[in-house]
C-alpha cells in the first residue's frame, strides 16, 4: 500500500542481499528474496556494547529494551538500545536495530530506467 522504493542500483542505497538478488530484474517481475545477517546489516558485534552511568540516560530509558536516538562523534545520528542494567551502570548496544537479523523480502519491479551513459 506504499509507494514504490526508487534507488539506484550499484549506488550501495539498499542492503547488499537485496541489491544483489535484484540483478538483472525486470519491471513485472517478482521474487522472495531472503538476506542473512552479513549481507544485511552485519552480525552482532560484542565490541558495540558499552557501559555507561546510568545518570547519563534520561530517566525513562533506564530499562531494559529501551531505544534512544543520539548522534556519534561525528555528528551522525545513532540509535541505540538499552541490553542491561546493572546497579548504577546501564550496557548500551550501538549495533544497527536489524543488526543479527535474517531480512525477508517479498520483491516486485515496477520499473527499470536506465542512467545516462558515460
Known amino acids: 500500500g506504499e509507494e514504490p522504493l526508487t534507488y539506484i542500483h550499484g549506488n550501495q542505497e539498499i542492503v547488499l542481499g537485496l541489491e544483489s538478488a535484484l540483478e538483472g530484474m525486470q519491471a513485472g517481475e517478482t521474487k522472495e528474496v531472503t538476506v542473512p545477517p552479513e549481507?544485511?546489516?552485519?552480525?552482532?558485534?560484542?565490541?558495540?556494547?558499552?557501559?555507561?552511568?546510568?545518570?547519563?540516560?534520561?530517566?525513562?530509558a533506564r530499562q531494559v529494551g529501551s531505544?534512544?536516538?543520539?548522534?556519534?562523534?561525528?555528528?551522525?545520528?545513532?540509535?541505540?538500545?538499552?541490553?542491561?542494567?546493572k546497579d548504577g551502570?546501564?550496557?548500551i548496544d550501538?549495533?544497527?536495530?536489524?543488526?543479527?537479523?535474517?531480512?525477508?523480502?517479498e520483491v516486485r519491479?515496477?520499473?527499470?530506467?536506465?542512467?545516462?551513459?558515460q
Open 94 to 105: 550501538f549495533n544497527h536495530p536489524l543488526a543479527g537479523k535474517t531480512l525477508f523480502f
Open 89 to 91: 551502570t546501564v550496557v
Open 67 to 85: 531505544r534512544l536516538r543520539g548522534r556519534d562523534e561525528e555528528g551522525n545520528i545513532v540509535h541505540l538500545r538499552v541490553a542491561q542494567v
Open 39 to 60: 549481507r544485511a546489516y552485519g552480525v552482532i558485534d560484542a565490541a558495540e556494547f558499552r557501559e555507561v552511568e546510568m545518570s547519563a540516560l534520561p530517566e525513562g
Open 109 to 117: 519491479v515496477v520499473d527499470v530506467r536506465q542512467g545516462p551513459t
